[in-house]
């Protein structure tokens, strides 16, 4: 299975967006980059950096170092609608992101499945990940939001998951529509959705590294015991 990732990022966001810490341009430039750099070095065939702030992540010269890698890259960007944005929140504007990377994607046109991750995240163990994937013939899958081992909160993690393009336009990007930061973040809106569509379960838990815009500090980053192994999520398989 060709591992395709698409990365949203959104390097320099308005002013006044709520939950959000981490504004300096430099910095969410800087921990965006390195994130794009572990995917490379973790073996990802391809790689579809989208920004909805107008912004180009890698320079030329990086593109050429990763090809050498075989990693091919495919930088794609817009400049989203700064009022509505900051009026929604993030949940709703990289839901407009992932609307955007399927429509205008030559990498995701040629492909059925993805995963997505969130910028400034990578997954360490993505290389296990893949491989249940590819094991158990998984087509879709989200995993719950565990925090620092809090399993109550009734949202999904929109980090890091992978999907098939039809889930994505049709049942994902809905939810992510119903998003507003003043009221319900998309973590609860895909939570709910995913219970009504589809099956729970326990798998691995991806190993996610990296910076939380909202708080703009390294995310938790330790064992969470037993539910490394088998942590909540909801999948389908072919």
Known sequence: MPSTVLITTATSPPEGMPFLQMTNVAARFITAKAAAFFWAAQG???????????STLLKEDEVTLLSAMNVAVEQIHYQQDDALITSRGKGYAEGELIKFALNESDFLQNETSFFKCTGKVYCRNFA???QT???HRIRNIFWKHLGEGDITKPWADTRFFYTTKYFCEHYLLPAYMNADDHTSAAEYFVFNMLNETLPQS???RPLLSGFEGGTGRPYFDFSLGALDASCPC?????
């Open 202 to 204: 326990k798998t691995l």
């Open 128 to 130: 296990q990940i893949q």
């Open 133 to 135: 994937i590819e094991a």
């Open 234 to 238: 909801w999948l389908n398989t072919l």
């Open 44 to 54: 990802v065939e391809q790689l579809v950096i989208a920004d909805a702030t107008g």
